[in-house]
């Protein structure tokens, strides 16, 4: 989940980044992200295999680009304090943390057999995280703006 959590996060500051001129900045925080996978993959793949590998990734994005990029862009760019950034992207890791311990709580619950879990869990998957993030947008002014395009388009 954090391997497909992560870069989608920072696609849009990638965006700005490669807009506004900052890549010049980062382009070494790659090679840092790269070295400390190396030697995290390792350590960790000896210790936990496929699992620690790609536990690996995650930990050298966290301690890399997920927080430096951000903080550069809104330092440079935006001018401003990139707390309100890190603390939403926090509550969006939660509400992966949360799906994911409900989803596998519940499928542990029952017996299905492996055709009736995999249609728990797809069922799951679908409504627990959109319920939550429904939950916690539904009166910000992003969400009012995304729900008045799509009705729009759906009335076209």
Not at 66 to 80: A, G, Q, S, T
Not at 115 to 130: A, F, K, T, Y
């Amino acid at each position: 989940c954090l391997n497909f959590f992560l870069p989608n996060v920072l696609t849009p500051v990638w965006s700005y980044r490669n807009t506004t001129g900052l890549f010049r900045e980062t382009k070494n925080i790659l090679l840092y992200a790269a070295a400390i996978n190396l030697v995290l993959s390792y350590f960790f793949g000896v210790r936990w295999g496929l699992t620690g590998i790609l536990a690996a990734t995650s930990v050298s994005r966290l301690l890399t680009s997920f927080w430096f990029e951000p903080y550069l862009l809104h330092k440079r760019i935006f001018e401003c304090s990139c707390l309100p950034y890190f603390l939403r992207q926090g509550l969006h890791l939660g509400i992966v943390a949360v799906s994911y311990a409900c989803i596998a709580a519940v499928s542990a619950a029952g017996n299905l057999g492996p055709w009736g879990e995999l249609i728990l869990r797809g069922v799951l998957c679908v409504l627990v995280p959109n319920v939550l993030l429904y939950l916690l947008n539904r009166k910000t002014a992003a969400f009012a703006y995304l729900r008045e395009n799509v009705l729009r388009k759906l009335r076209k």
